[in-house]
């Protein structure tokens, strides 16, 4: 979250990207100095669209300030003709007294009961297995039903089979197009695969990138003109790739078609829908720009598409979080917040992404122990208590991973099998936390119960002339009833410290109890933590 202090005149955000972008979230949140996570006046504005768009905020002279967001045309886009009119996207505003938490409250609350698909809201979100770390391109049936057994042994619900399956796909620079299962790897089609899936217990999913198309394709070949363009210039390829021009009739079918018949020849639960480049060349086949219709036209397909396969989950996926919007997740089911699953990075990334979007949509995954993205190293307790306040899933080899993190690994999915209730309905409530903690509560509605991570960041003694004490410094609750005692327990680690005070060790053994008032006024003094671990807790009032 980028912060800009109030000034006269304007301040302009635009995104150009095609996609909701990495860098310029549509949204501005306006706030008093002294506001923070749970008191002072604060309000939130997000625009529910996935393309192009433009925010101002201005201050006129006078002082009076003004808000505007909408969608961004390229020159000669929008015509209207007498007569005609345009429906700008939908703008979602947030007013709070409650600070930041009080924000986010709203926006949750409106996800969670007019904008996810009903068909969903009571169904636990199952936890993934994906193979895109495992494997990468190099799908063979032997080793992803080895992958399958060591998923479900740890308690997976769902196998997701990434980018590799289709026609010509050994690598990234061929095969975007060509959506039909490669015989070279699979001759007898995903079934035998998706057998074995379901032998263990688990439903399937299936990675798409249906918007996109290697100049190695089949479909390229048989179709150049259908690609986006600008008029005058050859079209760049970005990850050896380009994009399809959903706004031709002819695309959007073909897409449909391909989707629709992978749905009905295999049972297919969930697709991972991706785009993994920016959308950079606006020219439709008229030579205009289509940007505009682009979006529409990928909103009528994944419309189509829901409604020939309701009971089929959809993620929302752009190179991690790149199309995280109220506009594509009125037609998914989840967003893939990031492609970095470090565990340091993660909790970063789910802080800012949570004042929007609720943890259920939250893809989030146990990475490596090597984190592939960022070459840091965590231990599994970390990277698994991390996951678990999302969508938890797991995105990493574990035929590499040791017995005992892989123990760990099922203890925590039994946890979130637990608490995801709790986690998937309950209030997001930010504590003001002092470094070098990160912490937070889900509570449920009505204060009965929560489950608090506190998570030591590291010690960062370039950033601070301060050395680390010798003890934390309290970390002080928010959102509990005061008048209310809790019965608190320590659920993570599985194996604590041994040698922490007399007092933590009641805590993980029969807990002790408190009252909401001392919690959130006086405050909980942690253990001593290692840098990079975390701590779970669970309160139920009594």
Known sequence: MRETKGFMGQFVRENRRGRTSHDSFPALILKESSTDYHRGSALALHLGWSGHHRLIHGQLPDGRCYLQAGSLFLPGEIRLAPGEHYQSPDVFISISDQGLNGLSAHFHHFVRHSLLSPGLKNMPRKVHYNSWEAVYFQHDLKTLCQLADEAAAVGAERFVLDDGWFLGRRHDRAGLGDWFVDPAIYPDGLGPLIDHVHEKGMDFGLWVEPEMVNPDSDLFRAHPDWVLAASGADPIPYRHQLCLDLSHGEVSAMLFSRLDDLL???????????????????????????????????????????????????????????????????????????????????????????????????????????????????????????????????????????????????????????????????????????????????????????????????????????????????????????????????????????????????????GITASGAVLMQSGLLPPRMMPHSLLILHLQAI
Request: overall charge neutral; hydrophobic content about 40%; proline content about 7%.
């Open 264 to 510: 009905k020849t295999y049972p297919i639960a969930y697709l991972k829908w991706d785009m993994n480049r920016d959308n950079l060349h606006p020219g439709g086949a008229m030579g205009e720009p289509v940007m505009e219709r682009q979006i529409h036209a990928l909103y009528a397909l994944l419309d189509r598409l829901r409604a020939a396969h309701p009971k089929v989950e959809i993620e929302s996926c752009a190179s991690g979080g790149g199309r995280a919007d109220y506009g594509i997740l009125a037609r998914a089911d989840r967003i893939w917040t990031s492609d970095s699953n470090d565990a340091m990075d993660r909790l970063a990334i789910q802080r800012g992404f949570s004042l929007f979007f609720p943890p259920e949509i939250m893809g989030a995954h146990v990475g490596p122990h090597l984190c592939h993205i960022t070459k840091r190293a965590f231990p599994m307790e970390t990277r698994a208590a991390v996951a678990l306040f999302g969508h938890m899933g797991i995105e990493a080899d574990l035929r590499q991973e040791t017995p005992s993190d892989k123990a760990i690994l099922a203890q925590a999915i039994a946890l979130y099998k637990r608490t995801r209730g709790l986690i998937h309905s309950g209030q997001l409530v930010r504590f003001d936390s002092p470094a070098p903690f990160d912490a937070f509560a889900m509570i449920e509605d009505g204060g009965g119960q929560a489950l608090v991570s506190i998570a030591h960041l590291g010690h960062d003694l370039a950033a601070s002339s301060l050395a680390p004490t010798s003890l934390p410094p309290k970390i002080r609750f928010s959102g509990l009833e005061p008048h209310r005692t809790y019965q608190m327990r320590a659920l993570w680690p599985q194996n604590p410290d041994p040698g922490n005070s007399a007092f933590w060790a009641e805590l993980f053994d029969g």
